[in-house]
T-cell receptor, first 110, second 114 residues
Framework: TQLLEQSPQFLSIQEGENLTVYCNSSSVFSSLQWYRQEPGEGPVLLVT?????EVKKLKRLTFQFGDARKDSSLHITAAQPGDTGLYLC??????????FGRGTSLIVHP | SAVISQKPSRDICQRGTSLTIQCQVDSQVTMMFWYRQQPGQSLTLIAT?????????ESGFVIDKFPISRPNLTFSTLTVSNMSPEDSSIYLC???????????FGPGTRLLVL
């Protein structure tokens, strides 16, 4: 069974601060996805990374896939209240069923 | 990508009753899944819905409690049977689009069992 450790579990920050969320595993993943889920909604896909060392940017969000494809990070620059939500990472290995991290609940205060 | 709709979006049910949740996708997808999400928690996979055959259930979930149908490539239902307050949760339909390394999620069904 592949496990994906996500940290921190909770983050409460002020608008304008930077933050990083981590997903780590001892297993190698063929791809890794990051989702954001707002209250009352389903998870929405932010990005998929597939290549070791890959970096993708989505406005103020920067996603990185580890060189060994065992870990990933999400960095948010100058967080805004609209970034509030539950961030989930999900890694895919040999099967088509992803392993989800426990999620990081982010609150950005104005 | 895929546009997924779920019905109902939310419901309040009495203990001992059953609720059927519908999931409709706007395109043909290879795989459909049902997840459960406790408030503020991550996702737990209930089962993979297989077209024309019995669903594949994860450990801890059984067909008698969570019967699933998938009559075609774009539609599936999940029934939560003989509900108890412990079944209060968000139930999410998810699909995998052909050729993409990604799953997409529906908006979820919020269930409260009294």
């Amino acid at each position: 069974t592949q496990l994906l450790e996500q940290s921190p579990q909770f983050l409460s920050i002020q608008e304008g601060e930077n933050l990083t969320v981590y997903c780590n595993s001892s297993s190698v993943f063929s791809s890794l996805q990051w989702y954001r889920q707002e209250p009352g909604e389903g998870p929405v896909l932010l990005v998929t990374v597939v290549t070791g060392g890959e970096v993708k940017k989505l406005k103020r969000l920067t996603f990185q896939f580890g060189d060994a494809r065992k870990d990933s990070s999400l960095h948010i620059t100058a967080a805004q209240p609209g970034d509030t939500g539950l961030y989930l990472c999900a890694g895919e290995g040999g099967s088509y069923i992803p392993t989800f991290g426990r999620g990081t609940s982010l609150i950005v205060h104005p | 990508s895929a546009v997924i709709s779920q019905k109902p979006s939310r419901d309040i049910c009495q203990r001992g009753t059953s609720l059927t949740i519908q999931c409709q996708v706007d395109s043909q997808v290879t795989m459909m899944f049902w997840y459960r999400q406790q408030p503020g928690q991550s996702l737990t996979l209930i089962a993979t819905a297989n077209q024309g055959s019995e669903a594949t259930y994860e450990s801890g979930f059984v067909i008698d409690k969570f019967p699933i149908s998938r009559p075609n490539l774009t539609f599936s239902t999940l029934t939560v049977s003989n509900m108890s307050p412990e079944d209060s949760s968000i139930y999410l339909c998810s699909v995998r689009v052909r050729g993409l390394k990604t799953q997409y999620f529906g908006p979820g069904t919020r269930l409260l069992v009294l």
